[in-house]
């Protein structure tokens, strides 16, 4: 484990927007081998501040955006090293998409990077998804797991009305939603089957669904 005073560097870094500083604690602790998994988490957490910051008037727009820039090329540094350091073999397909009314899409193109890091297949729907776009590409494309991504409050009601249209045409694939005002009252409201608020939890809990699936099904064929 990479020592809490260089992941609390790090997170200060982005959380202040000092983009020099922060990129250069990123390649440093990639080329002493660090978790690449830790410093998204570490960024994340930056990233979260900043968002924290605006919203009581402490960073302007601009702030916000900068932060979400910052976070961009430290993703451009780290997704070749996680590439590298994952083997898993697992496969499957996961549907991922920002509800409808919300266009924030940094947690869910994390989620998105890395399940492809993981030799998942990802349908990225993108933001501002109506219900109905989730219900048809699900058809569609019969995913191992839907992952409904919103950070507003006002995409809750979304959320649920995508999970009860779903489940009307009894869908049964586990739905996980992420954002950082989720918690375990958000969830039971929406009908979620699991929730996160880090994009590493939503990949660890997708990549425990698919490969369980995975195994049943080898187990049905033997």
């Known amino acids: 484990m990479e020592s809490a005073e260089k992941q609390a560097q790090l997170i200060s870094a982005i959380a202040n927007l000092e983009e020099e500083e922060a990129l250069a604690l990123?390649?440093?602790?990639?080329e002493a081998e660090g978790d690449s998994m830790l410093i998204i988490a570490n960024c994340q957490e930056g990233i979260r501040q900043v968002g924290e910051r605006y919203e009581q008037q402490q960073y302007y727009l601009s702030g916000l955006i900068m932060g979400g820039g910052i976070f961009r090329k430290v993703m451009e540094l780290v997704r070749p090293v996680v590439e590298r350091q994952i083997s898993s073999k697992a496969s499957g397909k996961v549907l991922l998409g920002t509800v409808e009314g919300d266009i924030h899409d940094l947690g869910k193109n994390i989620v998105s990077m890395l399940l492809s890091c993981h030799s998942f297949r990802v349908y990225d729907l993108g933001v501002?998804?109506?219900p109905t776009e989730f219900l048809r590409r699900a058809m569609?494309?019969?995913?191992?797991?839907?992952?409904?991504?919103?950070?507003i409050t006002s995409s809750h009601d979304a959320?649920?009305?995508?999970i009860s249209q779903l489940r009307e045409v009894s869908c049964q694939t586990p739905i996980i939603i992420g954002g950082g005002q989720i918690n375990e009252e958000v969830s039971k409201?929406?009908?979620?089957?699991?929730?996160?608020?880090s994009a590493v939890n939503g990949v660890e809990i997708c990549r425990r669904l698919l490969v369980d699936a995975n195994e049943a099904e080898l187990g049905n064929n033997e």
């Open 26 to 30: 990123v390649r440093e602790r990639l």
């Open 189 to 197: 409201y929406v009908g979620a089957d699991y929730w996160v608020t």
């Open 128 to 130: 501002d998804v109506p």
């Open 140 to 151: 569609e494309v019969s995913p191992g797991v839907i992952g409904l991504s919103g950070l």
């Open 159 to 162: 959320m649920r009305e995508t």
